[in-house]
């Protein structure tokens, strides 16, 4: 079974700065996506970014970007320039392939403070 | 994008009785997933809703206690059945869209609390 890791259960930034978030993955798989979800107080699950395991270069959206370890299963992203508005629980999700389910660590509550 | 429309947004209910939550997109959609959220936990897969067919369930959860219909690609229905106050928690049903690989979709989630 996939299991996903988030270690940091807090973060803490201030505006402006950069944070980056940890995720450790298991899997066995060769083919398998990451994604990076953002829950708001309002519990909407917002896509923030997702890489997928055969492209070897780093995934990027706007302020976010993720740095994407295939050996060592490691899945980070980080945050450039934050801002109030990405005070948030952070999910890393690991997917096998089309037509699989979401797999969630447990998340990691970003506070942001000005 | 998709829009999700699931309903009802938040509902108190009584133990004992059962809540049908509903799912709707309007865009076509390959798969369906129906998921848990217990108050300050990671979301949880209950099941992957196929439709015109049984759903399939993940270890832990049954369809006695979490009925789920597909009768068409873009509706999906949950049902918590014979609520406890163990039951509280966050629903949120998940699609994939067809013609893309783009992450999950999210409906808006459904808040319930069993008194």
């Known amino acids: 079974a996939q299991t996903v890791t988030q270690s940091q259960p807090e973060m803490s930034v201030q505006e402006a700065e950069t944070v980056t978030l940890s995720c450790t993955y298991d899997?066995?798989?060769?083919?398998?996506?990451l994604f990076w979800y953002k829950q708001p107080p309002s519990r909407q699950m917002i896509l923030v970014i997702r890489q997928e395991a055969y492209k070897q270069q780093n995934a990027t959206e706007n302020r976010f970007s993720v740095n994407f370890q295939k050996a060592a299963k490691s899945f980070s992203l980080k945050i450039s320039d934050s801002q109030l508005g990405d005070a948030a629980m952070y999910f890393c999700?690991?997917?096998?392939?089309?037509?699989?389910?979401?797999?969630f660590g447990k998340g990691t509550s970003l506070l942001v403070t000005p | 994008s998709a829009v999700i429309s699931q309903k009802p947004s938040r509902d108190i209910c009584q133990r004992g009785t059962s809540l049908t939550i509903q799912c709707q997109v309007d865009?076509?959609?390959?798969?369906m997933f129906w998921y848990r959220q217990q108050p300050g936990q990671s979301l949880t897969l209950i099941a992957t809703?196929?439709?015109?067919?049984?759903?399939?369930?993940e270890s832990g959860f049954v369809i006695d206690k979490f009925p789920i219909s597909r009768p068409n690609l873009t509706f999906s229905t949950l049902t918590v059945s014979n609520m406890s106050p163990e039951d509280s928690s966050i629903y949120l049903c998940?699609?994939?869209?067809?013609?893309?690989?783009?992450?999950?979709?999210f409906g808006s989630g459904t808040r319930l609390t069993v008194v």
């Open positions: 865009s076509q959609v390959t798969m």
């Open positions: 899997t066995s798989e060769s083919d398998y996506y």
């Open positions: 809703a196929n439709q015109g067919s049984e759903a399939t369930y």
């Open positions: 999700a690991y997917r096998r392939g089309s037509g699989y389910a979401l797999n």
């Open positions: 998940s699609v994939e869209l067809a013609g893309g690989s783009y992450g999950y979709t």
